[in-house]
């Protein structure tokens, strides 16, 4: 059995069709999904519900997925106030933050909303169900798996979408470490388990600038990044551009591997 950990695949269902083949994942195996399927590409719904067949694939919610709960909902609820709901957006409402060009969402949007009102339904109820971050133990390591922060309260194995307040999901899933200098020393603890590796997603690698000799994304490690472990997976799908490749580690071996978006 292996445990595989990959991120922001944004839509691109062949890619992560390829992954799966390259990996020779079989049902013994064990993926760990961390966030933002959808969005920027073409068949992020395919993902989700691709994901929701599988015994052995868990989905982590990114910004993407809590952009679309939120937006669906706000569309349920048109009735409420509008301009109160712009306040915590900058000017814009939740369903216009997701559709957005800077977030990509329409193309997920029209795919959901043409989806029967049942599967819309189901869909909606397993993404309300998901954890935001898990802790996974691999031999003698213990592995955060988030996709992109975590919390400074202990919290267990994880944490459920659900189970958080509104402002609590928003950081998990917007906040990143790398928004500020690696040498950047914290005023403050940042999170609650210091000996953990934390393994994410969010801020493609190339904005690193950690690239192969082709300049294609590469899974970045570092053993002190603030005071932390910290491995990204996000390798670029979000870029739509030669330097976008999709990546996946393997828990166990530590082992790399790579699916590019685009042949060469």
Request: net charge negative; with cysteine; glycine share 8%.
């Amino acid at each position: 059995m292996s445990t595989y950990v990959l991120s922001d695949i944004h839509g691109q269902y062949i890619a992560y069709e390829k992954m799966l083949k390259k990996i020779g994942f079989g049902k013994d195996d064990y993926l760990y999904v961390l966030g933002d399927v959808i969005d920027r590409g073409p068949d992020g719904i395919h993902i989700i519900q691709d994901i929701m067949k599988r015994d052995n694939v868990e989905l982590l919610l990114g910004n993407h997925e809590y952009m679309l709960l939120n937006a669906i909902q706000f569309l349920k609820n048109k009735d409420k106030d509008e301009e109160e709901s712009k306040k915590n957006y900058d000017g814009l409402t939740p369903f216009e933050l997701w559709v957005h060009p800077c977030n990509g969402g329409e193309g997920t949007c029209l795919e959901f909303l043409g989806l029967p009102e049942k599967v819309q339904k189901e869909l909606l109820d397993f993404l309300r169900q998901q954890y935001l971050i898990r802790r996974v133990k691999i031999g003698k390591t213990t592995y955060h798996l988030s996709h992109s922060y975590s919390s400074k309260k202990k919290f267990g194995e994880g944490i459920k979408v659900k189970n958080l307040s509104h402002e609590r999901a928003e950081e998990i899933v917007w906040e990143s470490i790398f928004d500020k200098p690696a040498d950047a020393i914290p005023s403050e603890k940042l999170f609650a388990y210091s000996r953990d590796v934390y393994v994410v997603g969010h801020i493609f690698t190339q904005r690193l600038g950690h690239m192969d000799e082709n300049g294609k994304g590469m899974i970045y490690r570092s053993d002190n990044y603030r005071g932390y472990k910290v491995i990204d997976v996000d390798c670029g799908m979000a870029l739509n551009s030669r330097s976008s490749r999709l990546g996946c580690l393997c828990l166990e071996t530590q082992e790399e591997f790579y699916v590019p978006l685009l042949e060469d």
